[in-house]
């Protein structure tokens, strides 16, 4: 049974910094790329970084980039992203998704709340 449990989240000061982790079980992580994505209320999710199965490739939603880092450890079956001088407009529930791949469907954690509040 695939699980991704995000942990990591909490309130921090505008310019602040959080360091958000997902542990994945019940697949095989290192053969996935792997994606983090936020939420927030009354707004659509957004894909916010994506890394490769070998961290070679990595991409970021342009409202981030510059700011946070998506990293992996694939002996901890570990997705990271540190996010650095959040802004007001960074609050959300952040998600981090395993992609489907042919029969295997994609995956959702329940989600990890930031909030940035002074």
């Known amino acids: 049974q695939v699980q991704l449990v995000e942990s990591g989240g909490g309130l921090v000061q505008p310019g602040g910094s959080l360091r958000l982790s997902c542990v994945a079980s019940?697949?095989?992580?290192?053969?996935?790329?792997m994606m983090w994505y936020r939420q927030a209320p009354g707004k659509e999710r957004e894909l916010v970084a994506y890394?490769?199965?070998?961290?070679?490739?990595?991409e970021y939603a342009d409202s981030v980039k510059g700011r946070f880092t998506i990293s992996r450890d694939n002996l901890q079956n570990t997705v990271y992203l540190q996010m650095n001088m959040l802004k007001p407009e960074d609050p959300a529930v952040y998600y981090c998704?395993?992609?489907?791949?042919?029969?295997?469907?994609?995956?959702w954690g329940k989600g990890t709340l930031v909030t940035v509040s002074s």
């Open positions: 998704q395993k992609p489907a791949a042919g029969a295997d469907a994609v995956a």
């Open positions: 019940g697949f095989s992580f290192m053969r996935y790329p």
């Open positions: 890394i490769s199965s070998t961290s070679r490739s990595k």
